[in-house]
């Protein structure tokens, strides 16, 4: 097959970790025959730098031209202090609006051979793996009005607003039971019911799609009794499904249950047009360029879009068994290494994911499984 994947960078750690997936997909299509074109485009801080804005259109033509974009990450203390429309992070936000990526698929699995640097019990972080379903385009992030503004006192006020139509409630929680059908047929709908008018209509809406899916069950779970119970018994769930700043607090949380914020991959994916893939973390100033850090989560999310926008599932499951390969051999990052035993290099760890795909047998085992 043919594909041609829009590659934006981004900031700090986000040149680091894409090129992990990149070379890791590039692996793959040679080993699979698949010709992957990748078509670069600039996000965030560099391109403030160099164009002048977060998000040039340039970009959002090559992105609208690919089968899909793979995105590292992007922002950094160099652009902290500068006006909101010259913050990095408005470029995501304006590709995911222009992009139209309204369901953000963070699945959370834990790694069994990573139970041992985590300070939770290993009974209640092995087996982990369930999807949080985060709304993408809409809520506080999007909501008008936003902004500040000086009263009749001379006193500073500030408002964002947290605004939903019911159709795109409705499309998200669609999603989270469609996905929730295929898995172990529940949904967990996090809200904050008891005080937000949003929630209470999210809430309205769950109910009504749960009842197209009457084999799927139904729970509602207050956004802070949920933060507290990814921590308590995390088993619990199977698809979280929330709202845009909801879901973004809650995947870091449940980040640490798989060890790190350096191995949680996610897909954005789109209504109309090419879906796009990225780790949940940032750009990571504190240690970028240091070539430390984790590369998994977007290699990860590397797997994902194999599996969701090109339909190569036995692709997808040759990384995901060449990243568990390498992390039961010992092989780890720091964020993710044991104390007193030494970490590997960014360079490194994507060097070894893929030689476990080519040489220790993660394709070959995969090809055996769908003979
Ligand atoms: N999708 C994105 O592009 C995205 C997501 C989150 C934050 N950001 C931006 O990134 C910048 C930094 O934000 P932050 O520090 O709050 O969050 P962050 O996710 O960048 O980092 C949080 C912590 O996790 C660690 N970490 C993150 N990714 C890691 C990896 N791959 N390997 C090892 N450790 C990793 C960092 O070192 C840091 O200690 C900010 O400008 C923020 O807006 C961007
Ligand atoms: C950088 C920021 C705008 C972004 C978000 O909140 O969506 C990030 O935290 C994420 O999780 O992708
Ligand atoms: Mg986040």
Request: some cysteine; glycine content about 8%.
């Amino acid at each position: 097959m043919k594909k041609n994947i829009a590659v934006l960078r981004g900031d700090g750690v986000g040149k680091e970790v894409s090129k992990g997936a990149i070379e890791v997909l590039k692996t793959i299509g040679q080993q699979f025959g698949h010709e992957f074109h990748f078509q670069y485009g600039l996000i965030g801080g560099e391109a403030i730098d160099t164009e002048g804005t977060p998000l040039p259109q340039e970009t959002v033509d090559v992105c609208k031209q690919s089968d899909a974009v793979l995105l590292g990450a992007v922002g950094g203390p160099k652009w902290d202090q500068n006006p909101a429309y010259l913050r990095p992070e408005k470029g995501l936000l304006q590709i995911r609006k222009a992009l139209n990526l309204f369901a953000n698929i963070r699945p959370v699995t834990t790694y069994n051979a990573l139970t041992d640097i985590s300070p939770l019990k290993q009974d209640i972080i092995e087996g982990v793996d369930f999807v949080i379903v985060r709304e993408l385009t809409g809520g506080l992030y999007f909501g008008k009005p936003s902004g500040r503004s000086v009263d009749e006192n001379g006193e500073e006020t500030v408002v964002d607003t947290l605004q939903y139509k019911r159709s795109e409630m409705e499309r998200i929680i669609y999603k989270a039971f469609e996905m929730a059908q295929t898995r172990r047929k529940k949904v967990t709908s996090v809200d904050k019911a008891n005080v937000l008018e949003s929630s209470r209509m999210w809430r309205e809406v769950a109910e009504g799609i749960s009842k197209e899916f009457p084999e799927v069950e139904l729970e509602h779970m207050l956004v802070d009794n949920a933060a507290m119970q990814l921590i308590r018994y995390p088993k619990q769930f199977d698809v979280v499904v929330t709202e845009n700043m909801f879901g973004d607090i809650l995947s870091d949380e449940a980040s640490m249950l798989t060890g790190s914020m350096g191995m949680l991959p996610s897909a954005s994916l789109s209504s109309d047009g090419p879906s796009l893939y990225e780790p949940i973390h940032g750009s990571a100033p504190d240690i970028a360029g240091k070539n430390i850090a984790n590369p998994i989560a977007t290699i990860l999310s590397a797997a994902m879009m194999l599996r969701l926008s090109f339909g190569m599932e036995k692709e997808a499951k040759a990384i995901e068994r060449a990243v568990d390969q390498v992390i039961s051999a010992g092989h780890r990052t720091a964020d993710i290494q044991r104390a007193g035993k030494s970490p590997v290099q960014t360079t490194e760890i994507i060097d070894q994911i893929k030689a476990a795909l080519i040489e220790d047998g993660a394709i070959s085992s995969i090809m055996s499984a769908y003979a």
